[in-house]
């Protein structure tokens, strides 16, 4: 499922509303630092990598253009969405579209809000860190809670830690949304007690001002993979539930 414009949309998002996309990667194929095997974007070999990352300039020219056209026809969005075809802060220039887009947001469309979809690998990264805190949504994703999990579910690139990604999304003060994704494969399975309670834990030390529980809607490049019901996910984080956090849970 990917994307061919750096701005698309608006389409129905499950957990943001009606949402105007932002692909910030090459509209011809996927670039991530994670290779998830439920990513509805497909394996990273499988993209077409040979054209390059949006400038700055494109994306306010790409966007302002479309605002623009909006605001004459009426059509009405909740959000203005980073997400595309992998990972949105690995562009370079992703501080300066962070700025240009929140200036173009109050001018075409103010009180419509401001998400990044991101795996949280560059929130570490001190300029990436304060883009990410100008927004209104920062979701960050944390699907396992050690680097054994987040190999079989997240394929990641070489150097990811999740104690070192745990500690930069400290810094958020909890002033973040946290996403992540349930689902059983033959090698990892999201309601194991040893994973559940581990991400627990970890949702305790971050407090994040909101969780978005989620699972598979789209076809998968893994194959075998198995969903969860929102009734399920619901029974597996009663615990936290019990204990105030607020979590939106999409079957």
Request: proline share 7%.
């Amino acid at each position: 499922m990917l994307r061919e414009d750096v701005v698309f949309g608006p389409f129905n998002s499950r957990r943001l509303g009606r949402s105007l996309g932002i692909n910030l990667l090459p509209t011809g194929g996927k670039v991530c630092n994670f290779d998830c095997i439920y990513c509805e974007c497909g394996w990273n070999r499988d993209g077409r990598t040979d054209e390059k990352l949006p400038d700055a300039a494109k994306v306010r020219r790409a966007l302002e253009d479309r605002l623009g056209e909006m605001l004459l026809d009426g059509t009405h969005i909740d959000s203005i969405t980073f997400s595309g075809d992998g990972e949105p802060t690995l562009n370079p220039e992703f501080p300066k579209i962070i700025d240009d887009t929140l200036k173009l947001r109050d001018a075409y469309c103010p009180g419509v809000k401001v998400s990044v979809l991101s795996n949280a690998t560059r929130a570490c990264v001190p300029e990436v860190f304060e883009a990410l805190r100008k927004v209104d949504n920062p979701i960050m994703k944390l699907d396992a809670p050690d680097n054994a999990g987040a190999q079989l579910i997240n394929n990641p690139a070489p150097g990811y830690d999740v104690e070192r990604t745990v500690e930069a999304l400290e810094k958020f003060k909890g002033n973040f949304i946290m996403q992540t994704m349930f689902l059983r494969s033959p090698y990892f399975d999201s309601s194991d007690p040893g994973h559940l309670d581990g991400w627990m834990n970890i949702v305790r030390r971050l407090k994040p001002r909101e969780i978005m529980v989620y699972t598979i809607d789209r076809p998968t490049p893994e194959a075998g993979l198995e969903k969860f019901t929102a009734e399920q996910m619901k029974e597996l984080v009663s615990p936290l539930l019990k204990e105030g956090f607020k979590i939106q849970i999409k079957g």
